[in-house]
């Protein structure tokens, strides 16, 4: 799931530092947020890469109502009884993708373990909506892992955005304490069941800086090459709130720059890694 956070660290390093969204595009399609009241994750999640995002035509937006089922120990969403399935949501998506003249859309939602589907209907109803409506705008679904179950994800499959991208989030070992009711091998085994079932693009993200090793991360990259996964995104973990788990590390940009360098030798198509990279960050680039 894409995780943005607002809360930084005391004593946070000069690298985290972050611009201000600037420039002819991000301000028109900030005014259009605000006048038509649009949902967007960028906005929300106040990400550090919205004005870079949005100049290139690409934003992101969530579905499913803004309460998730699971409660993992990084992710700034709130936990709880989710509201019930808005079945106009589609509509909205897709019009909002309209009137920001978007050319790529990313799509995520919550987790929907309260509902048969997993919310996999209403995904694939987004999907058809915001064809129909914007049939130039190209698509990234990232989902959740649908407790595994096949025909949830068939209907993603069916759908058949450009890029399908599912996070695994962190190390085989700190999966349990970071993700508390996921599995990091039913994470892999849904990202090597997309590319079987013959989606073109897949992707997966890691976060850093909560207590693993270089070893554990040079795993986890060859695990996700191993299950056939195009596009990885390395990011650095900040705290949303004290609530959440702490920052163990703040990893280096020099750091960051060793994992691009093995990513790309175990032959991914896109590595983004570095402090500031989110799931979505260059998600235009990685269609290619």
């Known amino acids: 799931m894409e995780t943005v956070v607002e809360n930084v660290p005391v004593g946070k390093p000069k690298w985290l530092k972050v611009k201000l969204p600037i420039g002819q595009k991000y301000t028109e399609l900030r005014g259009l947020v605000d006048k038509y009241s649009l ?28 309460v998730c089922t ?76 649908f407790q595994g179950i096949e025909r949830n994800i068939d209907r993603i499959v069916e759908a058949n955005p450009e890029v399908v991208s599912h996070n695994v989030e962190t190390v085989r070992r700190l999966t349990r304490e970071v ?38 991360v040079f795993q986890t990259m060859t695990d996700l090459r191993n299950a056939n996964v195009d596009v990885v995104t390395i990011g650095q973990y900040l705290q949303p709130s004290k609530k959440h788990l702490p920052v163990k590390e703040f990893i280096t940009p020099d750091q960051f720059a060793i994992y ?15 402090p500031l990279v989110r799931s979505s960050y260059k998600a235009q680039k990685h269609i290619l």
């Open 70 to 145: 699971r409660s993992c120990g990084f992710c700034g969403v709130k936990t709880g009884r989710p509201e019930t399935v808005d079945w106009d949501e589609p509509e909205k998506v897709a019009r909002s993708i309209k009137i920001m003249n978007i050319k790529h859309a990313v799509i995520t939602s919550v987790d929907r373990d309260d509902l048969k589907d997993g919310g996999s209907i209403i995904w694939i109803e987004t999907v058809k909506a915001i064809r129909r409506m914007n049939p130039n705008t190209t698509l990234e679904t990232l989902i959740p892992d």
């Open 179 to 216: 993700r508390i009711q996921a599995k990091y091998d039913r994470s892999l085994e849904v990202l090597r069941y997309l590319k079987e079932k013959g989606i073109n693009r897949t992707k997966s993200g890691i976060m850093l800086g909560l207590g693993e090793t270089e070893e554990e």
């Open 260 to 274: 691009e360098k093995f990513g790309l030798e175990l032959g991914f198509r896109h590595v983004e890694s570095g």
């Open 39 to 66: 949902n967007t994750i960028c906005t929300s999640g106040s990400c550090p890469n919205m004005g870079e995002c949005w100049g290139e035509g690409t934003a992101t937006f969530m579905i499913l109502g803004n």
